[in-house]
């Protein structure tokens, strides 16, 4: 397996924040990034994807590529407690597989 | 956007029996899915490819015997866990890729396995 790490959390903040995740990828080879949310018991749902160096806005959501320091993030700008969920950081690899990170839990305290 | 239909949501078997889940693409031909394992607070683990027409390819440490994957058609792949334990308890998800501009995997509604 291609190597997608993430923080397990969980990460905590005031609502109303901003929640910062993180993500390091081990493989150069990879294409592009993906932010996936998922909630407990539920499939991930795409958040935002990122595959150019520099940051990719998105409404609340800012996806930012470093592709120099293998590196991806995710914010979220004026969280809601409705954004409490794990949140899966995906590489894409030679156009045509997926692999995870083991995700971030975030908790978005009202 | 696809849609990607899996079934059943949940099941529950006895150990040593085998269980099918259907995974379904309702908007578009899919070639190749994607099936996934994930345990309780842990990231999706790919298992393997499933291929339209021929076989599927499966990540090292899974055994293809006990997991075998059937792609019959370009919109339906299957997966039957064989004598299944309780250790392959564990949320079982589809995914299929949608290539254009870019590639997006839509995934599944899941599969709650849990053997007893």
């Known amino acids: 397996q291609k190597e997608v790490e993430q923080n397990s959390g969980p990460l905590s903040v005031p609502e109303g924040a901003i929640a910062s995740l993180n993500c390091t990828y081990s493989?150069?080879?990879?294409?592009?990034f993906f932010w996936y949310r998922q909630y407990s018991g539920k499939s991930p749902e795409l958040i935002m994807f990122?595959?150019?160096?520099g940051d990719k806005e998105d409404g609340r959501f800012t996806a930012q590529l470093n592709k120099a320091s293998q590196y991806v993030s995710l914010l979220i700008r004026d969280s809601q407690p409705s954004d409490s969920a794990t949140y899966l950081c995906?590489?894409?690899?030679?156009?045509?597989?997926?692999?995870f990170g083991s995700g971030t839990k975030l908790n978005v305290k009202p | 956007g696809a849609v990607v239909s899996q079934h059943p949501s949940r099941v529950i078997c006895k150990s040593g029996t085998s269980v099918k889940i259907e995974c379904r693409s309702l908007?578009?031909?899919?070639?190749?899915m994607f099936w996934y394992r994930q345990f309780p607070k842990q990231s999706l683990m790919l298992m393997a490819t499933?291929?339209?027409?021929?076989?599927?390819?499966?990540e090292q440490g899974v055994e293809k015997d006990k997991f075998l994957i059937n792609h019959a058609s370009l919109t339906l792949s299957t997966l039957t866990v064989t004598s299944a334990h309780p250790e392959d308890s564990s949320f079982y998800i589809c995914?299929?890729?949608?290539?254009?501009?870019?590639?997006?995997?839509?995934f599944g509604q899941g599969t709650r396995l849990t053997v007893v």
């Open positions: 908007d578009f031909q899919a070639t190749t």
């Open positions: 990122i595959y150019s160096n």
């Open positions: 995906a590489g894409l690899y030679n156009f045509n597989k997926f692999y």
């Open positions: 493989d150069r080879g990879s294409q592009s």
């Open positions: 995914s299929v890729f949608l290539v254009g501009e870019y590639t997006e995997a839509f």
């Open positions: 499933s291929n339209e027409g021929s076989k599927a390819t499966y």
